[in-house]
């Protein structure tokens, strides 16, 4: 059974930074893809960031490219997600989530995904 556990949302002003964490269980980490997704209020979940099983392929939605960086330490079973400049508009709840098929084709579609985190909050304040 596969466990995610995201951590290190909480309260920043705009312009600042966060990394928040997710830690896998279940599966062997490093076979899967991860991906970050984030749900706003009143807004549907989108794709933030994904990443390969070896950590060599990665994919950002366009808007955030540049401020947040997505990355895996397979040792620690691990996915992180850098998130710099923050907009208030970055606040949302934020999710990770593992990709349901082995391969190191990144993906964005939530369906794609198998197991998800029950989120953490972040709150950017202007």
């Known amino acids: 059974q596969v466990q995610l556990v995201e951590s290190g949302g909480g309260l920043v002003q705009a312009g600042g930074s966060l990394r928040l964490s997710c830690a896998a269980s279940g599966r062997t980490f490093s076979n899967y893809n991860m991906g970050w997704f984030r749900q706003a209020p009143g807004k549907e979940r989108e794709f933030v960031a994904a990443?390969?099983?070896?950590?060599?392929?990665?994919d950002y939605t366009e808007p955030l490219k540049g401020r947040f960086t997505i990355s895996r330490d397979n040792v620690k079973n691990t996915v992180y997600l850098q998130m710099n400049s923050l907009k208030d508009e970055d606040t949302a709840i934020y999710c990770c989530a593992e990709d349901r098929a082995i391969g190191e084709v990144v993906r964005r579609g939530s369906s794609e995904y198998f197991a998800w985190g029950q989120g953490t909050q972040v709150t950017v304040s202007s």
């Open positions: 990443i390969s099983g070896s950590g060599s392929r990665t």
